[in-house]
């Protein structure tokens, strides 16, 4: 946080609850992948897409990088 000139007060202010900013960082990363999956399959058809979104998911590299990886997944 001291990197973005935060401080934790400055920062968890902005949150009624932790819970509230779980629910906020999930919201964001939410939209995100959905973006970032409507813009893979675009065009594709529904069979198609449907098969490589799950061997995207069930890949090798999805699972072992947490920062590409499902953000609901990564909760445990």
């Known amino acids: 946080m001291s990197a973005a000139g935060l401080t934790p007060g400055g920062f968890y202010r902005h949150f009624e609850s932790k819970d509230h900013l779980v629910a906020e960082a999930c919201d964001v990363a939410s939209a995100t992948l959905y ?20 061997e995207r998911y069930l890949s090798v590299t999805h699972r072992d990088n947490m920062s590409i990886g ?7």
């Not at 973006?35 to 799950?54: D, H």
């Not at 499902?70 to 445990?76: D, H, V």
Request: hydrophobic share 40%; proline share 11%.
């Open 35 to 54: 973006g970032t999956l409507e813009a893979f399959v675009q065009g594709k058809p529904p069979r198609e897409a449907r098969r490589e979104i799950a």
């Open 70 to 76: 499902c953000p609901f997944a990564a909760l445990g």
